[in-house]
């Protein structure tokens, strides 16, 4: 029996050192996390031999802009004061629970660690909907999966 993951269950959060509550991107309409190794190759006469490096890994994603948010949300104006100041975060990009599914928080998938929001972009559009969107890119430092 397969259990599928939800994509509109995906939820990137994100909190300052220390002991302060867990924040929660909002409006997002679409999020990806990527991890990379870079691959040192060395060719020999007994084939090639390669070598990973630590991964990397990064999050980014879309997201309608919130002029209110709550005292448990992250919005654009948030993201941007946090990049100004080069505030390092805690995160987490995980699966919300899935009760109809049986599935817990992260059981479906689950990435933690520490970095920086590295690029924002906001974007206003007259046409259609007329909504501001925003974009946004956070890059893990140190190692995946750990707080240190």
Do not use: H
Not at 118 to 146: I, Q, V
Request: with cysteine; proline share 2%; charged share 20%.
């Amino acid at each position: 029996m397969s259990v599928e993951v939800k994509g509109s269950l995906a939820n990137m959060q994100v909190r300052e050192i220390g002991n302060t509550p867990w924040l929660t991107l909002v409006c997002t309409s679409d999020s990806q996390f990527t991890i990379t190794n870079e691959l040192t190759k060395v060719r020999t006469n007994c084939g090639i031999k390669g070598s990973p490096a630590e991964a990397e890994f990064s999050a980014s994603g879309n997201a309608i802009q919130n002029a209110e948010p709550t005292a448990s949300e992250v919005s654009y104006n948030l993201i941007k004061g946090w990049q100004k100041t080069r505030t390092k975060l805690q995160f987490r990009y995980l699966s919300l629970a899935d009760t109809e599914a049986g599935l817990t928080e992260g059981e479906g998938f689950s990435n933690f660690g520490l970095g920086y929001f590295t690029e924002t972009t906001l974007s206003a559009n007259a046409e259609a909907d007329g909504l501001a969107r925003f974009s946004w890119t956070f890059e893990g430092t140190d190692t995946l999966d750990d707080f240190d």
